[in-house]
């Protein structure tokens, strides 16, 4: 407890010092986010539905988490409607395919360290893998929303007579860093997670053919995959949002150029 204190004071206080008040509301929202998944696992053992209050707790999650570490409104509402149309589709993506891979419960190699306690806790075990799938996605979709946004923001402000299809191209080249920089992190994130696992496995000679049917490697991987399309949909969905606002402020210039035009001097 001692080590985690101290590396929170380390974190807050780097945090203010390189962010500002922009650091500041950020360790803000990463208080919050982390009260708010408290208060999820509270309400799902108290028996209320944990796909609903995933949804819930993940709809206010990418709220706290966008509005506070932007400062422009406008761009942060983009970002906003783009995550949940995005966690919109998750949901109809996960729900099914969580099921047919019946990756819900504990996996074999979980088995030993629990079998001393009771499973029958009152709860779907297949809807908490839902939840669980769910909110792991929300880290990943709601940084490239923020930073596609941003970086597009920055586009239209140096170009005031941007095209819709120079902002559409910006909005892909910076898509395709995000996408590195994430898939990778996502990627390394579970390895780095599960790496002494894996040695373990390795150790008592274990096929690649255990590892793919493995229910904790599955579960693992298909994690990784639902975010790396839930970041793929964010970049485009964002990028799209960001064409539109431009076309519609150059048609809402026009209007006004033509009727300046018609104004001649006495």
């Not at 974190?11 to 929202?29: E, N, P, Q, W, Y």
């Not at 696992?41 to 707790?57: Q, R």
Request: charged share 10%; hydrophobic share 55%; proline share 2%.
């Amino acid at each position: 407890m001692a080590s985690i204190s101290a590396l929170t004071i380390v974190m807050a206080v780097l945090m203010c010092l390189v962010g500002g008040k922009r650091g500041i509301a950020a360790f803000g929202s990463v208080a919050l986010n982390f009260i708010l998944m408290f208060i999820a696992i509270i309400l799902i053992s108290a028996g209320f539905a944990p796909i609903w209050v995933a949804l819930f707790v993940g709809i206010a999650i990418l709220a706290i988490t966008i509005y506070l570490g932007n400062d422009d409104e406008q761009t942060a509402r983009i970002a906003f409607i783009a995550t949940l149309i995005v966690l919109c589709v998750m949901i109809v993506l996960i729900v099914p395919l969580d099921h047919f891979a019946q990756i819900k419960g504990f996996s074999n190699e979980q088995t030993d360290e629990i079998e001393q306690f009771t499973l029958l806790v009152g709860v779907n075990f297949e809807s908490i893998t839902i939840a669980t799938t769910l909110l792991s996605t929300l880290g990943a979709i709601s940084e490239a929303a923020i930073a596609i946004a941003s970086g597009l923001r920055e586009v239209i402000e140096q170009n005031p007579g941007i095209s819709v299809a120079a902002v559409r191209r910006s909005g892909r080249n910076i898509g395709f860093q995000i996408m590195g920089m994430t898939f990778n992190t996502l990627f390394f994130g579970m390895f780095g997670g599960d790496l002494a696992l894996f040695v373990l496995l390795y150790k008592l000679k274990a096929t690649f053919g255990y590892y793919l049917n493995s229910k904790i490697f599955v579960s693992e991987c298909m994690m990784v995959l639902y975010s790396a399309i839930a970041v793929i949909l964010v970049i485009w969905i964002t990028t799209q949002m960001m064409a539109r606002k431009v076309k519609r402020a150059a048609h809402q210039e026009k209007p006004g150029e033509q009727q300046g035009s018609n104004v001649h001097p006495d």
